[in-house]
C-alpha cells in the first residue's frame, strides 16, 4: 500500500486548505485511515481525525472539531481544514489500517505517507 499526500501550503490565519491521501496498491475500502501531523520540536505524531473503512465513523481530535472535516471515497481520504490558526502549522500526515473501529493512535498505523507541510501566518 501507498499513500501520498497533497494540497498543503502557507496560508494565513482564518483561510482554508483540503488536503489529499491517494492510495494505491491493496483497495482502499478494506482499511481504515486518519491523518495526523507533527509540528517542529514534537516527538510523536499528533492524531488529527480518522475515519473507518465504511467512511461512517469518524473522530477528531478536540483541537480541530468544528474546523476539519474527514472524508473519504474510492481514491482515498481527504481533510478539509478550515478557519486555520498558527497552531495548525505542522507535517501532516496520513495513515492506513486494518484494525476494527476508529484509530487514533500513530502507533497501530500500518501505512504512512511522506507528509505534506501546512504553514499558517499569523
Known amino acids: 500500500v501507498q499513500l501520498v499526500e497533497s494540497g498543503g501550503g502557507l496560508v494565513q490565519a482564518g483561510d482554508s486548505l483540503r488536503l489529499s491521501c491517494l492510495v494505491s496498491?491493496?483497495?482502499?475500502?478494506?482499511?481504515?485511515m486518519g491523518w495526523f501531523r507533527q509540528a517542529p520540536g514534537q516527538e510523536e505524531r499528533e492524531f488529527v481525525a480518522?475515519?473507518?473503512?465504511?467512511?461512517?465513523n469518524t473522530q477528531y481530535a478536540d483541537a480541530v472539531k468544528g474546523r476539519f472535516t474527514i472524508s473519504r471515497d474510492n481514491a482515498g481520504i481527504y481533510l478539509q481544514m478550515n478557519s486555520l490558526k498558527p497552531e495548525d502549522t505542522a507535517v501532516y500526515y496520513c495513515?492506513?489500517?486494518?484494525?476494527?473501529?476508529?484509530?487514533?493512535?500513530?502507533?497501530?498505523?500500518?501505512?504512512w505517507g511522506q507528509g505534506t507541510q501546512v504553514t499558517v501566518s499569523s
Open positions: 495513515g492506513a489500517e486494518s484494525k476494527v473501529g476508529v484509530v487514533t493512535a500513530a502507533g497501530l498505523y500500518d501505512y
Open positions: 480518522a475515519i473507518n473503512w465504511t467512511g461512517i
Open positions: 496498491g491493496r483497495p482502499l475500502p478494506t482499511y481504515g
